[in-house]
């Protein structure tokens, strides 16, 4: 049989190895997703450059205004869609970064809740006779966090859910205000 004090020290020294494990596992998932955005980022900052170039180009080749005016509108849906796209890898990383946080989370969470009902279970065992309201108040106390914790993850797939709507929706916007942008300037082409 363990001691009180045996038993606290190896639950403290448990709770601490199970928080390090869940920073050092979400500072991980936190630098993918970082390095994903910098590939992203960097694979578009390369396009826009090429097709700067190639399009800056073919504006100066333009022979008089009306055609450097359709060159530029029929540069401007091809720039939206990418825009869009980009938007949507953007948000397809933050996303996929969240629930690998949450699914973390849980993991570490649902360990240490294991481990705290062990360690209650070892400690009722080997408790003093009266000691029976402060391990209900302690164990009360473990379903209290652990019910937190649950509504906590579920919170917080809901926002990754409601950010993953909203960016879809200001994607599909964005693509039909594009859209209407580019009918427009073709129509101003087609009567100039």
Known sequence: ?????????????????TQLSLLTALSGKAFESMERMMELNIATAKAVLEESGINFQQLLAAKDAQELIA??????????????????????????????????AEEQISETNRKAVELMDEVSKSAPPGSEN???????????????????????????????????????????????????????????
Do not use: C, W
């Open 1 to 17: 049989m363990f001691s009180y004090p045996d038993q606290l020290s190896s639950a403290t020294k448990t709770q601490l190895e």
């Open 71 to 104: 060159l530029s509108a029929n540069q401007v849906q091809p720039n939206a869609e990418k825009f869009v796209a980009y938007g949507r890898q953007l948000a397809g990383i933050a996303t996929s970064a969240q629930a690998e946080f949450v699914k973390t």
């Open 134 to 192: 402060v391990i209900a108040m302690m164990r009360s106390a473990i379903g209290n966090t652990n019910a937190g914790y649950e509504q906590l993850s579920k919170t917080v797939k809901q926002a990754a859910e409601a950010f993953e709507a909203n960016m879809n929706l200001a994607s599909a916007q964005f693509a039909q205000s594009s859209a209407k942008t580019n009918s427009r300037a073709s129509g101003s082409r087609k009567q100039a």
